[in-house]
């Protein structure tokens, strides 16, 4: 393959939170890298995961959804995050469900027009519509912004138009180098998608409001021959969350652990030792220098 063809692009999924960018990203990259969960606010950093077809490499950013609620340091920080994977990036795709366009959408794609010359709507969740000649016209109502040079209706959980997707992204590529070698899937760490995967079994097994007080710490990550040692805290803001977290006798931590273990080794195609702790840190989601301390850190956004 001759070096003046190569093509390479940084590509970023945005739109508000709970659309699926994180599923969709899965589904291009055929494995997980990104947790995902039918709560808001599930991703909470920026991640990279690399798709690379012969003569072309792309390179896409997840990023947390954008959300109305800014009082927290966290969300604004997550929201930070989103937007500035919004800008410098040489194909944006924004992400929506079905049917659901709406004023946050509008004022979030206000600034595409000025910036973007490439830029891609995708309307997910095409699955769920019940009326199917429902689509055409919001896809021409969609079209009548002028905000978009691509309109693609997908499905990413039932793997539905993908790859007219994956198309439309190769031909807004430009030329240039490959950065990553072609088997690279993601610049993420197994530590990291350890803590990641942990939180995302939090998630699907507490109350509704209890996933954004949840903070997952790998204390200790040892892999030996035959086995990994994987030690985690996991970090809530009051007595009365840990108890939640806990549960009676201790049996969600415990189902926590397991789902966690199951899939980790999986994953890591090993056997996995998995112990947890829940701790209290007062007021975590709200302090700046505790975030940073997290993880939680613009400069670095893990
Ligand atoms: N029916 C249906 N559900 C989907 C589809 N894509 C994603 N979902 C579900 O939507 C929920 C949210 O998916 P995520 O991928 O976590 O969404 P996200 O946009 O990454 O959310 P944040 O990280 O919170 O911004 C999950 O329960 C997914 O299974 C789809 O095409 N059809
Ligand atoms: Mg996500």
Same mark, same amino acid.
């Given at each position: 393959?001759?070096?003046?063809?190569?093509?390479?692009?940084?590509?970023?999924?945005?739109?508000?939170?709970?659309?699926?960018?994180?599923?969709?990203?899965?589904?291009?990259?055929?494995?997980?890298?990104?947790?995902?969960?039918?709560?808001?606010?599930?991703?909470?950093?920026?991640?990279?995961?690399?798709?690379?077809? @012969?003569? /072309?490499?792309?390179?896409?950013?997840?990023?947390?959804?954008?959300?109305?609620?800014? =009082? +927290?340091?966290?969300?604004?920080?997550? %929201?930070?995050?989103?937007?500035?994977?919004?800008?410098?990036?040489?194909?944006?795709?924004?992400?929506?469900?079905?049917? %659901?366009?709406?004023?946050?959408?509008?004022?979030?794609?206000?600034?595409? +027009?000025?910036?973007?010359?490439?830029?891609?709507?995708?309307?997910?969740?095409?699955?769920?519509?019940?009326? *199917?000649?429902?689509?055409?016209?919001?896809?021409?109502?969609?079209?009548?912004? &002028?905000?978009? /040079?691509?309109?693609?209706?997908?499905?990413?959980? =039932?793997?539905?138009?993908?790859?007219?997707?994956?198309?439309?992204?190769?031909?807004?590529?430009?030329?240039?180098?490959?950065?990553?070698?072609?088997?690279?899937? /993601?610049?993420?760490?197994?530590?990291?998608?350890?803590?990641?995967?942990?939180?995302?079994?939090?998630?699907?097994?507490?109350?509704? @409001?209890?996933?954004?007080?949840?903070?997952?710490?790998?204390?200790?990550?040892?892999?030996?021959?035959?086995?990994? &040692?994987?030690?985690?805290?996991?970090?809530?803001? *009051?007595?009365?969350?840990?108890?939640?977290?806990?549960?009676?006798?201790?049996?969600?931590?415990?189902?926590?652990?397991?789902?966690? +273990?199951?899939?980790?080794?999986?994953?890591?195609?090993?056997?996995?030792?998995?112990?947890?702790?829940?701790?209290?840190?007062?007021?975590?989601?709200?302090?700046?220098?505790?975030?940073?301390?997290?993880?939680?850190?613009?400069?670095?956004?893990?």
């Amino acid at each position: 393959m001759s070096e003046q063809n190569k093509k390479s692009g940084f590509i970023s999924l945005v739109g508000k939170t709970n659309v699926g960018k994180s599923t969709l990203l899965n589904e291009i990259l055929g494995q997980k890298i990104s947790i995902t969960s039918r709560k808001p606010q599930t991703t909470r950093h920026r991640l990279l995961g690399i798709k690379t077809i @012969e003569d /072309s490499q792309m390179i896409f950013i997840d990023t947390p959804g954008f959300h109305a609620d800014h =009082k +927290r340091a966290l969300n604004q920080y997550m %929201n930070k995050v989103a937007s500035s994977a919004m800008k410098g990036v040489d194909v944006l795709i924004y992400v929506i469900e079905c049917l %659901n366009w709406t004023e946050e959408d509008q004022q979030l794609t206000n600034q595409i +027009r000025e910036d973007h010359e490439a830029s891609i709507l995708v309307i997910n969740k095409i699955d769920k519509i019940h009326q *199917k000649e429902d689509l055409l016209p919001f896809i021409k109502i969609m079209s009548d912004l &002028h905000l978009f /040079s691509d309109i693609v209706p997908i499905s990413a959980l =039932k793997k539905q138009n993908i790859t007219a997707l994956i198309d439309s992204i190769l031909a807004k590529l430009p030329v240039g180098q490959h950065i990553y070698p072609s088997d690279q899937v /993601s610049d993420i760490s197994e530590r990291f998608l350890a803590s990641e995967i942990i939180r995302e079994k939090c998630i699907t097994r507490v109350g509704d @409001e209890l996933p954004y007080r949840i903070s997952v710490s790998i204390e200790k990550f040892i892999e030996e021959e035959n086995i990994v &040692h994987i030690d985690a805290n996991l970090f809530v803001e *009051k007595n009365s969350q840990k108890g939640m977290l806990i549960g009676a006798s201790g049996s969600k931590l415990k189902a926590i652990g397991t789902a966690s +273990r199951l899939e980790l080794e999986e994953i890591l195609q090993t056997k996995v030792m998995l112990n947890l702790w829940v701790k209290v840190k007062t007021g975590w989601t709200d302090d700046e220098a505790m975030l940073s301390t997290m993880g939680y850190d613009l400069g670095k956004s893990r």
